[in-house]
């Protein structure tokens, strides 16, 4: 340690922390047993990672902190409030509109945070010693169990974080130091009887209350999957292109959450319920330029228009039809295949099938050509 006041270095944290915008901070031990490796490794068993590989191949270092960083001994963990100012689930209701998940409606919180946990990590350094390390959610470090245990909340029946002074409504980052640092009482699971956001979930994702099934997850669906959605979630989808609200919206601890105040990390009115007829529109030099900041970026433009084409399927307005029709020869086979979806759901029997004659000959993508045989008209 290489300062010299009295005061604790846990206090020392708290106000350095609270000076860099971050509104919770607090401490565990991160060398003590806990079961959440085991949950993990259940998880990954059962398959219910889908296509996320990457969880199985870091499912060793994710098992424990220590086995991210021998050194470890306790971890400062920390929360940054971004609760919404509306409900989420009202931008449900406006089937000319996508919904886009209250956490990616602003800049790209993996690089708000991480600029101020290695601010905060440069200043335990220099202030108070010991070697350490940074973490916010794109790591192997598993932050929601390490939040529980240092009591900024409790992971819900959703497997989310809750937070009796900001509800479901908190982004994660950690510091691992080699410091032996005071540790906070764990939070308690305060869920109850509740089952509030098991019986929200439109694809029924929890085999159990505290189990998530991500191949159900809308989340995943819209973000992590790289090809077609499954026929069977796409009607459950409804207006939802990028991420699912509906289980975090429907917490009761919500009615002690505060609205975020931070436009940098929540720009609402800019990406809140952009109009899907504009959205359809956007070629890769346009998508990349709407969400040169934001976290929709990371999926890139075919994945994203896929869900919007999805989106245009479920709105049940046939004036939509033609923005799914001008990406009949999209260049993305992926983009191609949900736009036959939409149209499917939109024009009349006849219609599509005239359609179908004219298009379908000349494609050449298997996973296509089986979209428009597969595709039956809504009458």
């Known amino acids: 340690m290489t300062t010299s006041t009295s005061e604790r270095p846990e206090d020392l944290i708290r106000a350095q922390a609270a000076r860099l915008g971050f509104d919770l901070c607090r401490f ?13 490794a259940e998880f990954l068993d059962h398959g219910r990672h889908g296509e996320m590989g990457w969880m199985a191949d870091t499912a060793a270092r994710r098992a424990h902190p220590t086995a991210m960083w021998e050194g470890a001994r306790s971890a400062v ?5 971004y609760g919404p100012d509306r409900d989420p689930l009202a931008a449900l209701t406006d089937k000319a509109r996508g919904a886009i998940s209250v956490y990616a409606q602003g800049d790209d919180y993996h690089d708000v945070i991480k600029k101020r ?7 335990m350094a220099d202030t108070l010693g010991g070697e350490l390390k ?8 598993m932050e929601k169990p390490l939040a529980e245990r240092a009591g900024l909340g409790w992971q819900g029946k959703h ?8 509800g479901s409504w908190l982004f994660l980052g950690s510091v691992l130091t080699a410091l032996e640092l005071t540790p ?8 109850g009887s509740c089952r509030a956001c098991l019986d929200a979930c439109p694809t029924d994702a929890f085999p159990a209350p505290f189990q998530l099934d991500a191949r159900r997850c809308i989340s995943y669906l819209t973000i992590e999957l790289k090809g077609p959605i499954p026929r069977e979630f796409r009607g459950a989808l409804g207006a939802r292109i990028y991420g699912c609200d509906d289980c975090l919206a429907v917490c009761p601890w919500n009615k002690f959450a505060r609205t975020a105040q931070e436009q940098t990390l929540i720009a609402r009115e800019a990406l809140g319920a952009p109009r899907l007829a504009d959205l359809a529109r956007l070629d890769d030099a346009a998508f990349r330029a709407l969400f040169a900041r934001n976290p929709v970026k990371r999926i890139g433009r075919d994945r994203f228009i896929r869900n919007v084409l999805y989106a245009i399927g479920n709105s049940g307005d046939p004036g939509l039809a033609q923005s799914a029709q001008a990406l009949l020869d999209d260049a993305s086979p992926l983009v191609r295949g949900a736009a036959v979806w939409a149209l499917s759901r939109l024009l009349a029997p006849a219609a599509f099938d005239a359609l179908r004659a004219q298009v379908a000959a000349r494609e050449t993508d298997a996973e296509v050509l089986s979209e428009w045989s597969f595709s039956a008209p809504v009458a």
């Open 28 to 40: 565990a031990r991160a060398d003590a047993p806990w079961p959440a490796g085991e949950r993990l």
């Open 77 to 81: 963990v920390l929360g940054v409030n």
């Open 117 to 123: 946990l290695k601010a905060l990590g440069r200043w």
């Open 134 to 141: 940074v973490f916010v959610d794109t790591a192997p470090l």
């Open 159 to 166: 497997t989310n974080l809750v937070s009796r002074e900001f």
């Open 184 to 191: 906070d009482p764990p939070a308690q699971e305060s869920c």
